[in-house]
């Protein structure tokens, strides 16, 4: 399925009323591991509250120690610094990485705004190594612009 394909199924998720927010985003984790071949882990992880930490919100995937990251740790901790889009191509690469299966070698990693401010992120893991392009990332900011509005 492509990825203009799924944004309308993207917003149908987020517009159910009968769901709390967390079923919705836990659907659209389901909606895109199940879609894009690529994507063999969708999770997002948010700001907890002011500390400069991200916790782990809703996932598919294979189950991950990693459920508090401080700011600046890994991939996700440095786009809670930056607030900007970070694509890794090749996991092995990277000095700052947190591994969370031996299977991945490849990331991308989106953040969230509220209000301007940065309140989380979508993270992809991929088992291909550089599969992600610039389509991935204008789509998971489609996406994190959508669900920001539920926020």
């Not at 009323?17 to 591991?33: S, T, W």
Request: hydrophobic share 40%; proline share 5%.
């Amino acid at each position: 399925m492509t990825f203009e394909e799924l944004k309308p199924k993207v917003l149908d998720i987020l517009h159910h009323d009968d769901k709390i927010r967390d079923e919705k985003l836990l659907q659209i984790c389901r909606l895109l591991e199940e879609n894009v071949d690529y994507y063999d882990w969708v999770g997002f992880y948010f700001r907890n509250g002011d500390k400069e930490e991200l916790v782990l919100g809703p996932y598919i995937g294979e189950p991950t120690d990693h459920t508090v990251i401080p700011f600046g740790k890994g991939i996700c901790g440095q786009v809670a610094v930056s607030n900007k889009n970070f694509v890794v191509p090749d996991v092995k690469a990277q000095d700052n990485y947190i591994a969370c299966s031996l299977t991945v070698k490849s990331e991308i990693v989106v953040p969230m705004f509220v209000d301007g401010k940065n309140i989380g992120q979508i993270d992809i893991d991929s088992n291909v190594l550089d599969p992600f392009t610039d389509l991935d990332e204008r789509f998971l900011e489609f996406v994190n612009e959508e669900v920001a509005k539920i926020f």
